[in-house]
């Protein structure tokens, strides 16, 4: 059974930084696909990045040039740099594995969730 553990979330002003990470255990981590998404209050969970096993990325044209994804196969580890933040990047980030297939922007093709990290950005 593959776990996720997210961290890195806080409180930041808009215009700043933070970096996510997501530290896998259980399974072939250099293997799976890995996205991040997110959820704000009263909203539905939306993708924001993902990363294939060799390393190709795609983004939502929302975090475009502002965040960044990547991944340390030795360290079974993937992360996501924030930068210029804007209060509507406020939610909750969860990362996703794929255990199988290149990446993707739907949720419901990843197989192991998260328990997701918070992400304020005040104005």
């Known amino acids: 059974q593959v776990q996720l553990v997210e961290s890195g979330g806080g409180l930041v002003q808009a215009g700043g930084s933070l970096r996510l990470s997501c530290a896998a255990s259980?399974?072939?981590?250099?293997?799976?696909?890995m996205g991040w998404f997110r959820q704000a209050p009263g909203k539905e969970r939306e993708f924001v990045a993902a990363?294939?096993?060799?390393?190709?990325?795609y983004y939502a044209d929302s975090v475009k040039g502002r965040f960044t994804i990547s991944r340390d196969n030795a360290k079974n580890t993937v992360y996501l740099q924030m930068n210029s933040l804007k209060p509507e990047d406020t939610a909750v980030y969860y990362c996703?594995?794929?255990?199988?297939?290149?990446?993707?922007?739907?949720?419901?093709?990843?197989?192991?969730w998260g328990q997701g990290t918070q992400v304020t950005v005040s104005s």
């Open positions: 259980g399974g072939t981590f250099s293997m799976y696909a």
């Open positions: 996703a594995a794929r255990r199988y297939g290149g990446l993707t922007v739907r949720g419901y093709e990843y197989h192991y």
């Open positions: 990363i294939s096993w060799s390393a190709d990325t």
